[in-house]
């Protein structure tokens, strides 16, 4: 086990113009995300969203494969989905953490922009590898978390580049391969 | 751009039971593995279905974000879409590419179990960089790609893993992953 925690937020994020909202929950998001997050090992997932419509949803899907109909039909996945914690808010979810391991996480944001304040992928593997600290890595939905949030953050993570200029993965796909660079074996 | 090209393989696949099926396709399938694939430079995303209503499906949803309101909404997402190529089977594929670029390519299977003729992804990353070698790249869906399919193969590529005994990834995620680590820039 390491010392990361995750989070999907789903408020406060933008819209494609920029505007602040709160986004719906998609369900292949719970699904792969808890995926990866069992593959390496993160304590929780917690999915941030302060719609009560939305929570209900969430629970439906989870309470499906973790005790319902989908937990004969697949038992591997209700081993990822019981990773997911759903909270009201991101101060919220520090807390349970404080709870969790006694320590309050640091909060390490993703974006699909470089900021000046960015950290690589690499010095990051190196602080959750070294240094014994508690972190909680946070990935957006819709067009990306909301500045309010990305500028109260401890650190910004380096965006993924790939190997051309398009720079529009899913958040899906962005979580898994930042999983990797950060806790997969070296290969 | 790289020498590789991808498909995503809807027969011949396995079922929960290890039955061969013709699976159904999953329209974020579409979207996030073309975003992968244009992100690290794939020339093309074939996404192999026998089944006419499928094809049909397919059409319609690249159809409606690379030419109709979708383009509008999202012109990233055209640029992604725009990789995909509907394929009957795994040989109309391989002649496809044989018009493409004039050579066949090696044919590489990716498999969630470890086998004895297994390729590294560090081996199948130097072989992509220099031997200027064309490949396709080849994931399955549903419960993975059926025996026979693995076993006409050039190569197996070796499975992720994570650093957990957890080996569920969903294909979005581990063909991301894939992607990142046969393409991505060393970080």
Redesign the interface.
């Known amino acids: 086990m390491?010392n990361l925690y995750m989070a999907l937020t789903h408020y406060p994020v933008i819209n494609?113009n920029g505007e602040k909202i709160a986004s719906a929950v998609t369900n292949?998001d719970l699904?792969?995300i808890s995926?990866?997050a069992?593959?390496?090992?993160i304590k929780t997932f917690f999915v941030v969203t302060p719609l009560c419509d939305q929570k209900g949803l969430i629970e439906k899907i989870v309470s499906h494969w973790t005790k319902g109909a989908g937990l004969k039909?697949?038992p591997?996945?209700a081993?990822?989905l019981n990773l997911i914690s759903i909270e009201k808010t991101l101060e919220d979810t520090v807390e349970n953490i404080k709870k969790d391991c006694r320590r309050f996480p640091k909060i390490v944001v993703t974006c699909a922009k470089k900021k000046d304040n960015s950290i690589?992928?690499?010095r990051f593997r190196s602080m959750i590898k070294a240094d014994g600290g508690t972190y909680l890595l946070v990935f957006g939905t819709a067009w990306g978390l909301a500045d309010e949030l990305i500028s109260k953050a401890d650190y910004v993570l380096e965006p993924?580049?790939?190997?051309?200029g398009?720079?529009?993965?899913?958040v899906?796909?962005?979580?898994?391969?930042i999983?990797?660079?950060l806790?997969?074996?070296d290969?």
């Open positions: 390491t494609r292949l699904h792969d995926r990866s069992k593959t390496y090992g039909y697949n591997a996945r081993e990822a690589t992928m690499q993924i580049r790939g190997n051309t398009y720079n529009h993965l899913s899906r796909s962005a979580s898994a391969i999983l990797d660079r806790l997969g074996r290969f």
